[in-house]
């Protein structure tokens, strides 16, 4: 099978420690141009992998030897690259979030059923073994039926602050849709789509985030589970997605930064699994996982393998878009103090 030719559009962080090494990596890829609009930032990188490079991904797009692009520009301008290159005929691998807005979303959804090019979005926990892990062991029943899930988005950005593009007071990119839209992505995969959204938020900790910079959520899934999201990017702590998914048999607790994931069930599997537990209470058991938050080597494989074997990504455009929709629900209950219904109208 031929290899799928490819280039990175944005390189200082993202692209060029992620996107760039899981290409070159990939016996079934070849990297054959990447972009920036700073050139200084384009160059470093194009020496570096003997590729060119070009500062207007539009001139990039004209190449006919091109096959698939990956997007690590700013979230903002991600609908309007998408949609230019998937217009140019080039499949499209795009980090998350899909977009800022349900609208953009749309945009990006309908450019690639028009155009039946592949839209991948980077929702990238899927792809984290505990995350796996945990997902697997609820679909085998070992958790019973779920009532309740919560997960996280704690991440100190104090150090990102400044006039850059996650902090733009012109075109906010909020926390919730920028950052959460991982927890809110997991949450989804685990639980459904969330129907109903209500939330709070503040300002405490960024002086200069033009949104809030601390929200909780809480929602309804189908199935009358209740689920709650905590995003905090001014939080004083250690990066982390605490996840817990609370059964009917027992209880999830479930980090993408830790060694281990708990299990804890009201009745023992094999008394010698279990560490010592309090009489009456469940029983944990400490699952080993490996703790890996960005497994973008197997992100690029199923990119790769959806274009070569002409198949579906899971988190195709629709999927990215609900995870954004249900992120703008919240940012929308935050500022009308109402609940709010999420909009899946783009889902066919
Ligand atoms: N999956 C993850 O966990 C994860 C982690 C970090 C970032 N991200 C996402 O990756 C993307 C990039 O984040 P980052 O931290 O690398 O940002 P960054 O600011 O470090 O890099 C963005 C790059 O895009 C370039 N750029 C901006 N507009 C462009 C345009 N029109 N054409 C070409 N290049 C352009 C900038 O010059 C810059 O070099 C964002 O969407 C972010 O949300 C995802």
Redesign the pocket.
């Known amino acids: 099978m031929e290899k799928v030719r490819m280039a990175v ?7 060029k420690n ?1 996107h760039v090494k899981a290409i070159v990596a990939n016996e079934n890829a070849e990297l054959i141009a990447v ?4 050139e200084e ?1 384009a160059k470093k990188v194009a020496d570096e992998y003997g590729v060119p490079y070009y500062t207007d ?1 539009k001139e990039l797009l004209k190449r006919e030897d091109l096959d698939a692009i990956t ?5 903002q ?2 609908r ?2 998408a949609v230019c290159a998937m217009e140019a005929g080039k499949h499209v691998l795009c ?3 899909l977009a800022l807005s349900v609208e953009d979303c749309r945009a990006m959804i309908e450019a690639s059923r028009k155009y039946e090019r592949k839209l991948m979005v ?1 929702q ?1 926990c899927r792809l984290a073994p505990s995350f796996i892990l945990a997902k697997e062991l609820i679909e085998r029943d070992e958790i019973g039926e779920i009532f309740f899930i919560e997960s996280e988005y704690a991440h100190d950005y104090a150090k990102k602050v400044g006039p ?2 996650r902090f733009d007071p012109k075109s906010p990119r909020h926390p919730v849709t ?1 950052g959460a839209c ?1 927890a809110m992505d997991l949450m989804r995969w685990i639980a459904g789509d969330p129907t109903e959204v209500f939330a709070y938020g503040n300002k405490k900790m960024l002086a200069a985030c033009p949104t809030d910079d601390c929200v909780i959520a809480v929602m309804k899934f189908p199935n009358e589970v209740l689920g709650k999201m905590f995003t905090s990017i001014g939080c004083k702590r250690r990066y982390t997605m605490r996840t817990c998914i609370y059964g009917s048999k027992g209880t999830i607790i479930v980090d993408n930064t830790s060694a281990d994931l708990s299990l804890f069930r009201a009745e023992a599997m094999g008394e010698e699994m279990f560490s010592p537990s309090i009489e009456n209470q469940a029983v944990e058991l400490k699952i080993p996982v490996r703790a890996v ?2 497994n973008i080597h197997d992100e690029m494989r199923i990119f790769v393998s959806c274009i070569q074997n002409g198949t579906d990504p899971e988190t195709d455009g629709v999927e990215g878009a609900k995870t954004v929709a249900a992120c703008c629900a919240i940012v929308e209950s935050t500022l009308t103090g109402e609940k709010v219904k999420p909009d899946y109208s783009f889902a066919k």
């Open positions: 559009i944005g390189l200082k962080t993202f692209g992620a972009c920036d609009i700073v930032i991904y997007i690590a520009t700013p979230d301008v991600h309007e690259i980090e998350k979030p980077g990238i850059n593009w920028g991982h938050k960005h």
